[in-house]
């Protein structure tokens, strides 16, 4: 029997695997990975990953997707490099650290496929198909450059240019993210309840790790929302295809991620500014608010960083001769 990766929910696809007997999953887990199955261990990946996970069957979509792609990608090596997926030897763990080193992938990606590669073997070692741990004591070099000097946040300059050719939504998505901060899967969740802006605030209700926050919005934002709200929410007419619709649940039409980045990247080739992610945007929210305010606490609150060490380093920076008026009367 083939087993057909499924496509529903977290919870009915960790059903595929949880159901079956002890003696059938290891069957199949070991089937699966001396044929390199490449959608069977992806589908038990994920099983396991939900089943076992930290985040279980709350686990976000995101996260899901770039473990079965890591999985897929080691899939791809170990193909390649006729790697016993069952017995590895003691060398191929590192040997595909190296690979991907030597290929010119940086640290912090390679630490990602790592982990897709490492959460594979506990779902085989979980299915009892093998007792082998080969990234346990493989290493990934340390990459010593801040993550906010790699992907530096965007500039004034650049946003202003984007918002001078972005349409309405598009520009609206930009003052969410680069002046809330928010991340795109945050913002893509608002719904028009979220949206205060006599209070000037957002409600995020499901960030990173399903933590809760309210949003402090910049005065342009609430503006922009204001004006966004009068021709998309609740009441207001909706132009698209000409006609007057229900209004969305949602804030944002945009429904997938990868949706957005198509209509905002637009936007960005329009103005001839290089689109370098959502990310960027966030940046630019800790970096100007830190400059202002000078407190990481309150600006990894304002992104919602669990730890400041994150906002310290990937998220914002001070200028480098913030301390010249301090020491003006030394």
Known sequence: MTLVPFQGSLLAQTREWTNLHDDELRRRAVKAAGEKDV???????????AHQGGSGVLTSPRTTEAYALGVRQFLEYATEQAVNLLRPGRHDAQSYINHMLAAGRKPAGVQLKVAAASCLYRALRWAGATDADPFRDARVP???TPGIVKRPPYSEDELADVLDHADVHVKFLLFV??????????????????VDEAGRRLHVRSGKGRKA???????????AARHYRGLYGPGGPDHQDGKRTTPREYVFRYGHMMTARYHVEKAFKAAGVPFRGFHPGR??????????????????????HESVDTTRKGYAQLAADDLKDDLAGW
Do not use: C, N, P
């Open 39 to 49: 959608a069977a261990l992806v589908s038990l990946t994920t099983a396991y990953l």
């Open 142 to 144: 340390k990459d010593r």
């Open 213 to 223: 926050r309210l949003v402090a919005m910049s005065t342009s934002l609430a503006r």
């Open 177 to 194: 993210t680069a002046h809330a901060g928010l991340r795109i899967s945050e913002a893509l969740a608002l719904q028009w309840d979220d």
């Open 283 to 304: 940046k630019y929210a800790g970096t100007r608010l830190l400059r202002q305010i000078k407190d990481f606490g309150r600006v990894a609150a304002h992104l919602g």
